[in-house]
């Protein structure tokens, strides 16, 4: 069994000194715990069509994957879907508090809500008027509802036996898969409405689609027993990592089940850009410090095992599929590998073909990490310490350089496709320039387009597929603005009103 070759880089790895804090292991949390992470990739990045477990709605502007459709929610959580195409608006007849949203590529959608049932006051359940919310007793459940986008009509609604819901759409858009932190999981035929629940025999993880071999990969929690531990080298078997298992099912035959077991605790998988390789990184397995975190690699086309390597999650791929990134911790690297580092965490770059690992020193607590699309570059910021600001590390020559500029965070941005993130932050458009360092403020002048409003600083964002244009959204009215990048103008803007209309 091969094993990843470690090197610290034999040139000045500058030290996160501003991120230190007195508390260890801040913000060592998994996704599911946070959709705002704390630690690991950053998934704020409010980019257009779906997102590996479904778009988030929260104050987002979300766009679907042909650049048509403006999804977005008001303050008083109602649902609105902005046509570009025609310049209308629809009010959507989605329940209160939708939660996250998935795309077909017929102009339908299908959103994800949560509760289907609310609280009283007092504590008891009350439904609502919909009579699809008839049985609703507890809180294990969502509503599941199908909308023709161009007409702003609801095809279908389902109430799902599912808690915590996150949604997995293929690649064809055809079928998506809801499920949560149970062993339940909803299927949905988004081209017959037809719907079927699976039950599994062990607590679901993670539900994600792989396109490069065609089939649903399911993490569970699965104790492993002294038996199953057996199958593993030694070198591989710690009792403390609990042990998880992979299922896989092609959606043509669902009862066709492939079961892999990992000497791992579950956590989420993440895909190589091929789709070739997995990688599995737990945040949780260890309540001491001094545990060996690992970070397991699969074989996804032949279903096998590779190895486990220190470091720990949540994990990410390059989009070149060069690298791989994982978080390392003081201990485990000297006592499994002999590396010394100066800082409790380090970033780690995992190298799938050669087996190599470089680290970077990074402090002592943990950021959240944002690949570049050309994968030249990584930032990181961390939630627990704000002031800091931004950081890049480069991917070539692992140094780190803090951004010039003001001390924002990553917190709700989008990606172009070159060396650069423009993103929305305090009340302001800003420019990161990643390769050269720098963050700047971008000034918008909407008061030709939207007379009357007080600030043009816009409080939302996305950006069309083709990522050369922005929408910059506005709260109370509904305010959207479509800037193009190159010519740093401001080319449309609409006004989504109360009654659904829009101008």
Not at 120 to 145: P, R
Not at 251 to 270: D, G, Q, T
Request: proline share 5%; charged share 20%; hydrophobic share 40%.
């Amino acid at each position: 069994m091969s094993s990843f070759k470690y090197a610290v880089p034999l040139l000045l790895l500058w030290c996160l000194g501003a991120l230190s804090l007195t508390g260890i292991g801040c913000g060592e949390i998994d996704w599911r715990e946070d959709d705002w992470n704390q630690a690991g990739r950053n998934e704020n990045e409010v980019a257009p069509g779906n997102a590996v477990r479904g778009q988030l709605l929260d104050e987002q502007v979300v766009i679907d994957n042909e650049g048509r459709f403006v999804i977005f929610v008001t303050s008083d959580t109602k649902t609105y879907a902005l046509d570009l195409q025609d310049g209308t608006g629809h009010w959507l007849d989605i329940p209160l508090h939708p939660q996250r949203v998935a795309f077909t590529k017929d102009n339908r959608a299908i959103f994800l809500s949560w509760p289907a049932c609310m609280f009283e006051s007092n504590g008891s359940w009350i439904t609502m008027d919909d009579s699809i919310y008839a049985n609703c007793n507890d809180g294990d459940q969502n509503v599941l509802t199908i909308v023709d986008l161009p007409s702003g009509s609801v095809l279908k609604k389902y109430v799902v036996p599912v808690r915590d819901s996150y949604l997995s759409i293929n690649e064809s858009g055809t079928e998506v898969i809801c499920w949560g932190e149970r062993d339940t999981s909803v299927r949905v035929d988004m081209e017959t409405f037809e719907s079927q629940t699976y039950e599994f025999s062990d607590y679901i993880y993670d539900f994600v689609w792989s396109a490069a071999t065609s089939e649903w990969v399911v993490v569970h929690h699965y104790p492993f027993d002294g038996d199953e531990w057996k199958c593993f080298p030694v070198s591989d078997q710690d009792s403390a990592r609990i042990g998880s298992k992979l299922s896989f099912f092609s959606s043509k035959n669902p009862k066709k089940i492939k079961k892999l077991l990992v000497p791992n605790c579950a956590a989420s998988i993440e895909i190589s850009p091929d789709g070739a390789l997995g990688m599995l990184a737990p945040t949780w397995c260890h309540s001491s410090f001094s545990g060996a975190d690992p970070v397991s690699i699969i074989n996804l086309e032949s279903h096998s095992y590779i190895e486990t390597v220190p470091g720990f999650g949540p994990v990410d791929f390059a989009p070149s599929g060069e690298y791989a990134l994982a978080f390392g911790r003081k201990n485990t690297l000297n006592d499994m590998t002999g590396i010394l580092t100066d800082t409790l965490y380090s970033l780690m770059f995992l190298y799938p073909e050669t087996r190599h690992t470089d680290i970077v020193n990074l402090g002592e607590i943990l950021p959240l990490y944002t690949i570049t699309p050309d994968s030249r570059s990584v930032l990181i910021y961390s939630k627990e310490s704000i002031e800091t600001g931004i950081w890049v590390v480069d991917a070539e020559t692992k140094i780190l350089s803090k951004v010039d500029g003001p001390n924002l965070s990553l917190s709700k941005y989008v990606m172009g496709t070159t060396n650069e993130i423009t993103y929305l932050a305090d009340d302001g458009l800003y420019l990161l320039d990643a390769e050269a360092a720098t963050l700047d403020f971008v000034p918008v002048d909407c008061l030709f387009w939207l007379p009357g409003r007080i600030s043009c600083n816009p409080n939302r964002i996305g950006i069309l597929p083709d990522r050369t244009r922005l929408i910059l959204g506005y709260d109370d009215p509904m305010d959207f603005l479509i800037y193009d990048i190159a010519d740093q103008a401001i080319v449309e803007a609409y006004r989504v009103e109360s009654d659904g209309t829009s101008l």
